[in-house]
C-alpha cells in the first residue's frame, strides 16, 4: 500500500556509514521534524539536489529538523564526504519499499512531523525538490514556536487524519445523502442508508447530526481512525480502542437556544464511552463554535480541518455556539 500523508511512517532501522544502527523512533531523534532523503543511486538529478541540500543546509538546519540520507549501497562504498547529513544503508531496499520511495530514476524526499506521521511526499524535480521539501519543514517549524502553559485540559490533537479533499467528501455525503429525518434518540441500526437527526439536548436548536450508514463511507472512515488516529490514543492514553458508535457528520447552524452550559458524554444512557473525537470539516465557512472545557479555564479550541481532537468522555465540555456560517464536524465515540 502507497504511503500517503497523515499516515504514520513505518519504522526505520538501519546501519549508518560506520556500521552502527540508528533508529528514526529513538528516544535521541523523536520528537523533532524528520527529513528521509531516499537516494537510489549517484545520477545526475541526485548529486543535483544533494548538493542543493548542501548549500541550503544551515538554512535548514535553523529549523531544528533531522536529515537523513537513504541509500541502497553499502557503507564501505559510500564517499567519505559527499553528502552534507547522516547516510544510512539500506542494501536490501526493504525500507525504500516500505517508504514507497524504490523508484529507481527517482529522488524522494520524506518529511515527518515529529510524531512521526508523513506531512510532505517531494518527488519534484531537482531544479525545485528541495524548495519543496523546505517550505514543507518551515510551516512544520512554525507550528512549534514554544510557549509558556497555563492550566490547560487533557486533550489530544492529531493533524492530517483526513486529507481537505476527504472533508469536502464528508461535506459531499452531508449534503447528498440521508435526506430522511428520524425521531431524536439513540440511533437506528436497522436502516440500510444515511439518515438525518436533530439533536435537542438541553433545549438547543441549532444541531442536526447525519448518522453515516453507507459502507462505502463508513470503511473509509474506520481505515482511517484505525491508522492514523487511535494508535497516537493508545501512545497518549495507553488505551487501546475497539469500538465505537456510528459515527455522525454533525452541522451546527442558526440560534442555540436552550441552556448555555457544558455536559459529559459518559452518563446515562452512555456509560460505556471513554474518548470523544470531533474533527471540523470546514472551519473557514464559520464563526465561533469552539470547544471548551470549562473545569480547566476557559481556552478556546478550533482544530484545522482534518484534525482530530480527541479528550476523555468524563470532561465537561462545551460546544459553543456558531455565531456565523454552518459549522460541520466528523463525531465518534470510541470505547
Same mark, same amino acid.
Given at each position: ?153 487533557? /486533550? ?47 433545549? &438547543? ?50 440560534? &442555540? ?9 459518559? /452518563? ?23 470547544? &471548551? ?6 481556552? &478556546? ?35
Amino acid at each position: 500500500m502507497s504511503l500517503s500523508i497523515g499516515d504514520i511512517a513505518p519504522a526505520c532501522v538501519l546501519p549508518d556509514r560506520h556500521g552502527s544502527l540508528v533508529e528514526l523512533r529513538g528516544d535521541a531523534i523523536a520528537g523533532n521534524v524528520i527529513v528521509i532523503v531516499f537516494c537510489p543511486g549517484y545520477t545526475t538529478a541526485v548529486t543535483q539536489v544533494l548538493e542543493d541540500y548542501r548549500t541550503r543546509l544551515r538554512e535548514l538546519g535553523s529549523t531544528g529538523a533531522r536529515f537523513f540520507c537513504i541509500m541502497q549501497t553499502r557503507s564501505e562504498s559510500l564517499a567519505g564526504g559527499d553528502i552534507p547529513f547522516p547516510v544510512l544503508c539500506d542494501v536490501d531496499g526493504k525500507v525504500f519499499r516500505t517508504f514507497d520511495a524504490d523508484a529507481r530514476d527517482q529522488l524522494t524526499t520524506i518529511v515527518l512531523r515529529p510524531n512521526h506521521h508523513v506531512a510532505a511526499i517531494v518527488r519534484s524535480g531537482p531544479k525545485v525538490h528541495v524548495a519543496d521539501a523546505l517550505a514543507a519543514v518551515e510551516r512544520l517549524a512554525a507550528e512549534r514556536k514554544p510557549i509558556s502553559m497555563a492550566l490547560h485540559p487533557p /486533550v489530544l490533537m492529531v493533524p492530517d487524519v483526513l486529507t481537505p479533499k476527504e472533508c469536502l467528501r464528508l461535506i459531499e455525503v452531508y449534503e447528498t445523502r440521508g435526506k430522511a429525518f428520524v425521531r431524536p434518540g439513540p440511533g437506528i441500526d436497522y436502516i440500510g442508508t444515511d439518515y438525518k437527526m436533530r439533536i435537542p439536548e438541553y433545549g &438547543r436548536r441549532d444541531r442536526i447530526d447525519h448518522w453515516i450508514v453507507e459502507e462505502d463511507t463508513k470503511a473509509f472512515l474506520c481505515s482511517r481512525l484505525q491508522n492514523r488516529l487511535f494508535p497516537e490514543i493508545a501512545k497518549a492514553f495507553h488505551y487501546n480502542i475497539t469500538a465505537w458508535e456510528r459515527m455522525r457528520v454533525g452541522c451546527y447552524e442558526g440560534e &442555540r437556544g436552550g441552556e448555555l452550559h457544558g455536559h459529559r458524554d459518559n /452518563v446515562e444512557p452512555t456509560p460505556y464511552r471513554r474518548f470523544a473525537m470531533s474533527m471540523n470539516l470546514n472551519v473557514q465557512e464559520f464563526s465561533g463554535g469552539e470547544l &471548551r472545557f470549562p473545569e480547566f479555564g476557559d481556552q &478556546r479550541y478550533r482544530p484545522n480541518n482534518g484534525t482530530a481532537f480527541v479528550f476523555s468522555s468524563a470532561l465537561l465540555h462545551e460546544a459553543l455556539h456558531v455565531t456565523a456560517g454552518r459549522r460541520l464536524v466528523l463525531l465518534a465515540f470510541l470505547f
